[in-house]
């Protein structure tokens, strides 16, 4: 049998696949745009051309992984909900997969597989039990323990943005109020530096956009945080305050040894997040937990979901045997 698995990771945005050996070494590429308002069958359709791209007609390859957006059943393979893909309700993709090219199929999480990535080759490598966590649009994660993927009761686990952390914050996209990804994420911090400019408190931020608040991006924020703006400033310590209280909670749960931050913002504003949020895992963690527990930036970037899902398919078809 080839050591070839096709790898794909699957957004509201863009189908990404790779051709990867068992090393976790991606061969070949593919890439287009999801167009998900076309409906769910032409998402289907690119996700097929993606992975025949890649591995040619004749798809000689040992499986193939799926990491998509939640919740989802990753036992049976079946995309529950996806709301950034219209339509892919209860969606069948392992069986329709495994229907369309012959090959095994597999389907996990999109933040959990990018958890497994950062594990077996990234900034995990050597640790037994470590938290992903990736701070950008949403907030997500995995949870690594004692080496295996945990995934709960019914393949839920690890959604470590949907923690309650302030009972009366702001209302959350999942519908609960005060989640840390309504705290935290990117849309987060725009929408705290646009209430405060509506409620007149100055900052250099007002000076680029002046009456077009809808213009005000997180990279403006980050580079006004970087010039000494304090509403700027505030926001990251905020941010980086309520990242570190979530890494509190999930540590006293899960005892973990390394935090593993990903993503956009939790990346480019490393410099920003990174005090605030330590000085807040310092504080509030229980000292015999806190000791020897690390937190470091993924070191895979995108790749971190492409070779998780390659991992998976490997881990999965072992312990079918």
């Known amino acids: 049998m080839t050591d070839r698995i096709v790898a794909v990771d699957l957004g509201g ?12 070494q991606i061969l070949k590429r593919a890439a287009q745009p999801a167009n998900a308002t076309e409906g769910v069958a032409a998402v289907f359709a690119r996700i097929v051309a993606s992975v025949r791209e890649v591995a040619g007609d004749q798809l000689r390859v040992r499986g193939i992984g799926v990491g998509a957006p939640g919740p989802l059943d990753p036992w049976r393979g079946v995309i529950l909900q996806a709301p950034n893909l219209p339509g892919m309700t209860d969606f069948p993709m392992k069986a329709r997969l495994e ?25 995990g490598q050597g640790v037994a039990h470590m938290i992903y966590m990736t701070i950008s649009t949403g907030i997500g994660g995995g949870i690594i323990a ?53 409620g007149g408190r100055d900052s250099k931020l ?21 010039a000494g703006d304090g509403l700027a400033r505030e926001i990251y310590e905020r941010a980086g305050f309520f990242i570190g209280l979530g ?32 000085a807040a895992l310092d504080k509030y963690a229980m000292p015999s937990m806190r000791h020897g527990v690390r937190v470091a930036p993924a070191q895979l970037g995108d790749d971190a979901g492409l070779l998780g899902a390659a991992a998976w398919v490997n881990e999965q078809m072992i312990n079918d045997k």
């Open 13 to 24: 945005t863009q189908v990404r696949a790779a051709l990867c050996d068992r090393e976790g």
């Open 99 to 123: 229907k369309e090219l012959g090959a095994p199929a597999f389907v996990g999480n999109d933040a959990n597989l990018a958890a497994l990535g950062e594990h077996r080759h990234g900034a």
């Open 146 to 198: 004692d080496n295996q993927l945990y995934l709960g009761w019914r393949g839920f686990a690890g959604e470590v943005g949907h923690q309650t952390l302030d009972a009366y914050g702001p209302r959350c996209n999942c519908g609960n109020v005060g989640c840390l990804e309504a705290l935290a994420a990117g849309p987060a911090l725009v929408r705290y530096a646009r209430d405060a400019l509506r």
């Open 206 to 226: 007002r000076a680029q956009v002046g009456l077009h608040l809808d213009q005000l991006t997180g990279a403006m924020i980050a580079q006004a945080a970087r």
């Open 247 to 278: 890494m509190t909670n999930l540590l006293h749960n899960f005892d973990t040894e390394l935090f593993v931050l990903g993503g956009g913002v939790a990346i480019h504003a490393w410099d920003l997040l990174y005090p605030p949020m330590l």
